[in-house]
Every structure is written in structure tokens, then in C-alpha cells.
């Protein structure tokens, strides 16, 4: 984010019969709601994208004392942490359960809006110096993965002419290798680069440590350490649980 607040959340049980003065300067008016009012749209309350988080947070507890013991029983309190990105609604903060967290974090990590959260056909997206992603109508992510000696095209999907022609057009040099979800196992030398072609739609970026898999394979790959992004068929890459865990 342009610009962060390094900012605490404090939560405690009011005895009854107490009263609310606002100082007239940091707080200028008040009104008591349950955390579940203040974020109804209905209600349509301004609030920064934190607060909204620990309000719908709190909304999740039935009674304070349940709360209270929840909080008396935390050893580690998550940081919210939105990354800025880019999409068809205009630029907003991206929060860590979405699915374009890590990459957005990845791609841009100073923080300065370069990331996406949404993956509209055609966009084309460096993922690497030896990486871009060009994403199908259907939603289906194809690549190209390349170094010194040229490019590798991993089409996925390979009936369409028109996707095939718009990957080559993105491609910064000549497409030397055509490979298919079916290719046979191989290690492919791409000058500088080593890519691994693994079998059942896989293929391995050895020097970045990144997987293409089909959406479906993932869950095999998750404590792989040889793996430190998984990059879907659909969707955004992700890291492993293996490399969360590091």
C-alpha cells in the first residue's frame, strides 16, 4: 500500500450504566450498534477496510463473554495486511484470504498497485523474467516459459487457433517448443532456464521453483519443498503449504 498505519484494536467488556463522552477531536460523535449493524450495506457506514475486518470479525460472536475468552486465548494476532490491485471495478485492497493475495504480493511488492485480482481473457501478465501468462476465454491460463535459447509454449488450450497465434505474439522471442498437457516426461535446456517436463500436466520451472500443474493435481505438490509457487491452469499462483511453512 502507498501508505500503511502500523495501528492496534483494543476490545473490552463496558460494566453497565457507563456513558460516552467523544473529546470533541478524535472521536466527535458516537453510536452503539452490534458489529453486525455496522457493517450491513443497509446502514451504509464509511469504514476503512481494517475496521470492516475486525467488525465483521467480532459479528462472528454471539455474546461478549464468548469474545473475551476467544481474545484471552490468542498466542499470535494475524496482521491485516491488504496489497493494492488492479481489476474492472478500479483499484481496492486486496485482503489475505482472497485469491490473488500471493501473487499480487509477488508480482508487486513494493506495493505500488501493479498486481491483479481479477483474470479477464486476454490479459497477458509477467509472472517472471521467464514467465508470462496469457489467459484463454474459458478462463484456462496458458504460458510461455522461456531463457536464452528461446520459448516454450504450454498451450492449454490447444484447439483454439486464434489463442495459439495470440500466444506467439507475446511471446519477447521465437517459440521453439509446443507442449501439450499430454507431453511425454523431458528436461527441456531453455538457456538459463530448466524446465521439467513432469507428466500428468505438470511442468517445473526448476531456477524459480515453480509448478504448472492442472487444478486438479495441486493437493500432491503441497509439501513438495522443491516447489515454492503453484501455478494453476485456472486462476492465480499460490504458494504451497510447504513453503508457507519455511
Known amino acids: 500500500m502507498p501508505r500503511r498505519f502500523d495501528t492496534r484494536f483494543f476490545a473490552a467488556a463496558m460494566p453497565a450504566g457507563q456513558d460516552v463522552r467523544p473529546d470533541g477531536r478524535e472521536t466527535v460523535e458516537h453510536l452503539w450498534l452490534k458489529p453486525a449493524d455496522a457493517v450491513s450495506p443497509e446502514r451504509g457506514l464509511k469504514l476503512l477496510n481494517v475496521t470492516r475486518r475486525v467488525l465483521e470479525h467480532l459479528a462472528t460472536f454471539a455474546r461478549v463473554d464468548d469474545f473475551?475468552?476467544?481474545a484471552r486465548a490468542l498466542r499470535r494476532i494475524p496482521l491485516t495486511m491488504p496489497r493494492l490491485a488492479d481489476g474492472p471495478k478500479g483499484r481496492r485492497p486486496v485482503n489475505m484470504e482472497e485469491p490473488a493475495y500471493d501473487e499480487i504480493g509477488h508480482l508487486d511488492p513494493d506495493g505500488q498497485g501493479g498486481g491483479r485480482y481479477a483474470l479477464e481473457a486476454g490479459l497477458v501478465t509477467p509472472l517472471s523474467a521467464r514467465v508470462l501468462r496469457v489467459v484463454h476465454d474459458s478462463g484456462l491460463n496458458s504460458f510461455l516459459i522461456g531463457g536464452t535459447e528461446g520459448w516454450a509454449l504450454v498451450n492449454r488450450a490447444p484447439g483454439d487457433a486464434a489463442h495459439e497465434?495470440?500466444?506467439?505474439?507475446?511471446?519477447?522471442?521465437?517459440?521453439?517448443?509446443?507442449?501439450?498437457?499430454?507431453?511425454?516426461?523431458?528436461?527441456?535446456?531453455?538457456?538459463?532456464?530448466?524446465?521439467?517436463?513432469?507428466?500428468a500436466q505438470r511442468f517445473l520451472l526448476a531456477e524459480e521453483r515453480m509448478l504448472f500443474t492442472d487444478d486438479a493435481t495441486t493437493t500432491a505438490v503441497e509439501t513438495d519443498h522443491r516447489v515454492e509457487w503453484i501455478v494453476p491452469a485456472r486462476g492465480f499462483m499460490r504458494r504451497p503449504a510447504s513453503a508457507l511453512a519455511d
Not at 191 to 197: N, Y
Open 68 to 70: 473475551m475468552a476467544h
Open 165 to 199: 497465434a495470440a500466444l506467439r505474439a507475446a511471446a519477447p522471442g521465437p517459440v521453439r517448443w509446443v507442449l501439450s498437457a499430454d507431453a511425454a516426461p523431458q528436461s527441456l535446456d531453455l538457456g538459463g532456464a530448466t524446465l521439467q517436463v513432469l507428466g
